[in-house]
């Protein structure tokens, strides 16, 4: 059976928890009361000073996810910090990208580099932390992982190639995984977003672009970041106990998945 405990049962790793939409993640983890690793490639300074401000029951520690050699020892740190496994893991690490849609490659332009360097940080990414926590996971008897996808899989509004089709592969890959997985308990899942208002990666997007998107949601507003990380947590509660390989987007209701 996938684990159905309190937050507070849980060892939370947050991918790129160190600036954008990864803080947010943290900070509503955390306030549920879960013990949260906040991993990090290059803010180090953002993510001490987080951790400083959640307390005990947070950790700041740092590792390329595509490196497997420093994820694995990144899960070994946290378990010893932690005294217990971690127990979730949210993929939310990105490789540099920013939502410019005029400085994007435009399909006469798109090279294989583009596109291998998104696949090697989304997917090779959450495949590395999947692995490396599963020894842990396996040994308390379930666990939680979810991947952050994107509504472009479903609505390209702007083209973005490269990030686009990587997000499509993480999402065949949660469904897998969870087909694989589920004997063990553990359930994966996908979160998947819009352009959110605002991270680091849509700090180039114009505001009436923004407003446009508002425009055309039910909901007549953007998404903002700490509504999707609020999202997220229904993946780590027991109220999803029965829910694994899904992909729940977030978008206003945009789009219908």
């Given at each position: 059976m996938?684990?159905?405990s ?7 790793l ?9 803080t ?9 009361g ?6 990090y490639r290059?803010s180090?300074d953002a993510?001490?000073?987080?951790a400083a ?8 520690l ?16 946290a378990a010893?910090?932690f005294?217990?496994?971690?127990t979730a893991?949210i993929?939310?690490?990105?490789p ?10 435009h ?6 580099d583009?596109?291998?360097a998104?696949?090697?940080?989304i997917?090779?990414?959450?495949l590395?932390t999947?692995?490396?926590a599963?020894?842990?996971?396996r040994?308390?008897g379930?666990?939680?992982?979810v ?6 899989v ?8 490269d ?10 890959l ?9 004997a ?7 979160v998947?977003g819009?352009?959110?208002r ?8 114009p ?8 425009a055309t949601?039910?909901l007549?507003?953007?998404t ?9 947590l229904f993946?780590l ?6 829910v694994?390989g899904?992909?729940?987007v977030?978008d206003g209701?945009?789009?219908k998945?």
């Amino acid at each position: 059976m996938p684990v159905a405990s309190p937050f507070s049962e849980h060892v939370v790793l947050v991918t790129g928890g160190g600036r954008g939409l990864g803080t947010h993640i943290v900070r509503a983890v955390a306030a549920q009361g879960a013990r949260v690793v906040i991993n990090y490639r290059r803010s180090a300074d953002a993510a001490t000073e987080l951790a400083a401000a959640l307390g005990d029951n947070a950790v700041a520690l740092p590792a390329d996810v595509t490196d497997r050699a420093a994820v694995d020892s990144m899960i070994e740190r946290a378990a010893t910090y932690f005294g217990h496994p971690v127990t979730a893991v949210i993929n939310n690490a990105l490789p540099d990208y920013s939502f410019n849609g005029d400085a994007r490659s435009h399909a006469d332009e798109l090279t294989v580099d583009e596109l291998d360097a998104q696949f090697r940080g989304i997917v090779g990414g959450a495949l590395n932390t999947t692995q490396a926590a599963l020894p842990g996971m396996r040994a308390v008897g379930g666990g939680r992982i979810v991947t952050i996808g994107t509504n472009l899989v479903q609505n390209p509004v702007v083209p973005y190639h490269d990030y686009t089709a990587a997000k499509a592969a993480l999402l065949a890959l949660t469904r897998t995984l969870s087909a694989d997985l589920g004997a063990d308990g553990i359930t994966v899942n996908m979160v998947s977003g819009g352009l959110l208002r605002t991270t680091d990666a849509s700090s180039a997007t114009p505001a009436e672009v923004f407003d446009a998107i508002a425009a055309t949601t039910p909901l007549g507003s953007v998404t903002t970041p700490a509504e999707f990380a609020d999202a997220v947590l229904f993946f780590l509660s027991h109220w999803s106990r029965a829910v694994t390989g899904q992909n729940l987007v977030v978008d206003g209701g945009l789009v219908k998945d």
